[in-house]
Every structure is written in structure tokens, then in C-alpha cells.
T-cell receptor, first 112, second 110 residues
């Protein structure tokens, strides 16, 4: 089955620690996205990538970093510079500009 | 900039019809999407409008008026499983990204 896989489902971070969230898709989609969702809020865009080896900052990129070395993979690193990282993180991909974004099941990040 | 407004919460009864409104002010417009999100889960795609008018998909319909910056999602024959958050998202001038509203939490009661 084609889809988007995010791992882990739950992640805990210690103060001062970087953590990496995985996002893999086998849909052959060019564009991939990372969003953050806080309770009672909509989705806010962190980073997006339209092609391998290229990515752009979204609305809330500070404290985050990404890479896009392969079409299938778009990992997100939450750095220690992100002072309020507790949130639900969603990865998405899309086939084209008139097509909907499809989402992974998300990773819930908490601070120890 | 982009601004998208939706009601925060709505309640309805099983079997009824409910309309969830979305108004937007964006720099450019290239389509509006509706998503459903159950608590703790990922959003799932419901509908897409890029031209004015009504799009129907089974129990769900979505309407768009570009001149008014307005859309609504119509849910008919409500079921308990329709209790969820409904997100309105607009694609602006750049085509590349979506801007999401904060979502409308719909509670369906027996």
C-alpha cells in the first residue's frame, strides 16, 4: 500500500537535545511538507520541499532543520534552539499543485 | 498575508444537516481544500474547490464564492462518526503551500 510513514509515533526530548522525526513516502510525490499543530490550533508550516536537494522555510522555521537527500525521505530535526517543541508534528506530500496533500499519522513530541 | 476564519465549535444532532463556513483574505487564490481531522489523528482530504459553485461528494458538499472570499462545507445525514475537527485550507498565489484555518470542532449528539 502506498502512503506516508512517520516515526516514531511518540517522542520525548530532554532539555538541550536535538531530535529527528522521520517521514518516508512511497507515493512518488515530488513535494513534501512539515507542519506543527498545537492544541486547538490549525496546522502551521515549518518547512517544505518541492524537489530533491531543495527546501524552503515556512512560517515557523526557527529552531528546526530539514534535509531532502532522497525523493522518498524528508526528515525534520527539532533543535535545542526550539524552546517550545511540545506539539503534534505532521508530514504531508502531494502529487501536484491541484492535488490534495496527504498526511502521515503524525509524531507527538513532548519534553521530559 | 493570509487570514482564514472558521467558527471554533459547532454542535448538531444525528441525522441533521450542518454548514461550516470559512472566510478568507489571501494574497492571490488558487484553490480551497477541506479536511476532516479526528482527535489525535492526521487530517484526511474531503473536497477541493477552485471555481465558483458547489462540489458534491456523497453526504459532503463544498461551495466556493471567490468574489466574496467565502466557502462552506455542508454535511448531510449526520452520523456520530462525523464528530471531528474540519479544517479549511487555502492555496495562495504561490501555488506551493497551503494556509490552514484553526479548524471547526463539530460535535454530533444522538
Amino acid at each position: 500500500d502506498g502512503g506516508i510513514t512517520q516515526s516514531p509515533k511518540y517522542l520525548f526530548r530532554k532539555e538541550g537535545q536535538n531530535v529527528t522525526l522521520s517521514c518516508e513516502q512511497n507515493l512518488n510525490h515530488d513535494a513534501m511538507y512539515w507542519y506543527r499543530q498545537d492544541p486547538g490550533q490549525g496546522l502551521r508550516l515549518i518547512y517544505y520541499s518541492q524537489i530533491v536537494n531543495d527546501f524552503q522555510k515556512g512560517d515557523i522555521a526557527e529552531g528546526y532543520s530539514v534535509s531532502r537527500e532522497k525523493k522518498e525521505s524528508f526528515p525534520l530535526t527539532v533543535t535545542s534552539a526550539q524552546k517550545n517543541p511540545t506539539a503534534f508534528y505532521l508530514c504531508a506530500s502531494t502529487e501536484g499543485r491541484d492535488q490534495p496533500q496527504h498526511f502521515g499519522d503524525g509524531t507527538r513530541l513532548s519534553i521530559l | 498575508g493570509q487570514n482564514i476564519d472558521q467558527p471554533t465549535e459547532m454542535t448538531a444532532t444525528e441525522g441533521a444537516i450542518v454548514q461550516i463556513n470559512c472566510t478568507y483574505q489571501t494574497s492571490g487564490f488558487n484553490g480551497l481544500f477541506w479536511y476532516q481531522q479526528h482527535a489525535g489523528e492526521a487530517p484526511t482530504f474531503l473536497s477541493y474547490n477552485v471555481l465558483d459553485g458547489l462540489e458534491e461528494k456523497g453526504r459532503f458538499s463544498s461551495f466556493l464564492s471567490r468574489s466574496k472570499g467565502y466557502s462552506y462545507l455542508l454535511l448531510k445525514e449526520l452520523q456520530m462518526k462525523d464528530s471531528a475537527s474540519y479544517l479549511c485550507a487555502v492555496r495562495g498565489a504561490g501555488y506551493s503551500t497551503l494556509t490552514f484555518g484553526k479548524g471547526t470542532m463539530l460535535l454530533v449528539s444522538p
